[in-house]
Structures are given as C-alpha cells and as structure tokens.
T-cell receptor, first 115, second 114 residues
C-alpha cells in the first residue's frame, strides 16, 4: 500500500528565516506530487505540482519554491519567510493514469507558524 | 473558473442517524470529478468518495454515498449511521480534466452527538 510522509509535523520560524519542508511517498512510482496550503478555517490552495523529477509548475506567485530531486521526494522551500507564510502545508500524490480523474492522497501536514 | 459552495458551516447529528452535507459546484467544463474529503482535528485530509461527471450511478463507499444531481450541479455527501468518529470537517472538491488543482469548498464542520 502507498504511504505519504511529511516532516516536520510542526515548525515555528522567525520572519526572514529559511524554510525546508519535505515530503516522501512510498509504495508507488512516478506519481504526480502536489503542495497545498490551508489557511486557518479555509479550504486548500494549490501551490505547486510536479509530474516528474525536476518538473515543477507553480500555481500562485509567492516567495516559496519547490523541487523534486527524486521520483518520490518533493521539497517546499523559502529563502526568507514572511508572516503571511503561516499555515498548514499539505503534500499530496495521485496516480498518473489516463481515463479518469484520480483522487489525491494527502500527507499528515506541517503546521508552520512564522513569528 | 471553478467554484465549490458549501453552505453549511456547521452541522449536528445524533449518533446512528444519517446526515446530508450539501455541495454545489460551478464549472463550464464537461469532464470533471467530484471528491469528498474528511479532515479530523489532526489535520490530515482523508479521501472518502469520488464521482465522475459521466458516471450514471451515484457513488457509494461503505457508509458514504454521493447524491449526484448533474442538472442541479450538486454533489451532496450522505453519511449513514453516524458514528462519534465521524466528527470532523468535511470538504467537497472538484477537478476538471486537464487541470491539476483540486478546487475546494470552505468546508462543513460535522459534530456527532451521543
């Protein structure tokens, strides 16, 4: 079965500090990978998605970036955090099969507080 | 543009009773999928059920069923025989063919009372 891991689970960082959140998927190969952010009490907003190693697409302009150095590893980064970067960050994966819109499976999330 | 509307910010239901969570959507795309996710207090988004726009039958997964009315653009989630563990936020989402992002509604907080 497939498993998706995220770490750290919680993070408190000062404004202006760097950020690195990591996501790994087990039990599948060549998945689509996604980073979402959820503001308090709101739905999710897609930040980045990747269809393969080194292939990153950004949905929202911001001071965040993403990388996919390995097939099942997805990293969310920032060089300098802003207060507005606080939120709940969720990584997700989905199958890449033509014919239907497969569901996305989410990791446990990272709660980021920028102080 | 796609939009999901969940008009019930909060719902209460007695244990063992059924509950319907409302979801309406707006899209000009012909091919799309509708999804329901559960988010307990731990934060993880748990996939519950999927309905394709061309599926003629309503989807069912255990105690979950999706009441899909395409002409009305609604995709309500029905939970039968509610359990205390069903207390959580529930999000309706959609994605069209060719789009990467799931579009989420604002969610409904369900509380199951003993």
């Amino acid at each position: 079965s497939q498993t998706i891991h995220q770490w750290p689970a919680t993070l408190v960082q000062p404004v202006g500090s760097p950020l690195s959140l990591e996501c790994t998927v087990e039990g599948t190969s060549n998945p689509n990978l996604y980073w979402y952010r959820q503001a308090a009490g709101r739905g999710l907003q897609l930040l980045f998605y990747s269809v393969g190693i080194g292939q990153i697409s950004s949905e929202v302009p911001q001071n965040l970036s993403a990388s996919r150095p390995q097939d099942r590893q997805f990293i969310l980064s920032s060089k300098k955090l802003l207060l507005s970067d606080s939120g709940f960050y969720l990584c997700a994966w989905s199958l890449k099969v033509f014919g239907r819109l497969y569901e996305q499976y989410f990791g446990p999330g990272t709660r980021l507080t920028v102080t | 543009a796609q939009k999901i509307t969940q008009t019930q910010p909060g719902m209460f239901v007695q244990e063992k009773e059924a509950v319907t969570l409302d979801c309406t959507y707006d899209t000009s795309d012909q091919s799309y999928g509708l999804f329901w996710y559960k988010q307990p207090s731990s934060g993880e988004m748990i996939f519950l059920i999927y309905q394709g726009s061309y599926d003629e039958q309503n989807a069912t997964e255990g105690r979950y069923s999706l009441n899909f009315q395409k002409a009305r653009k609604s995709a309500n989630l029905v939970i039968s025989a509610s359990q205390l563990g069903d207390s959580a936020m529930y999000f309706c989402a959609m994605r069209s063919t060719g789009r990467r992002a799931l579009t989420f509604g604002s969610g409904t907080r369900l509380q199951v009372q003993p």
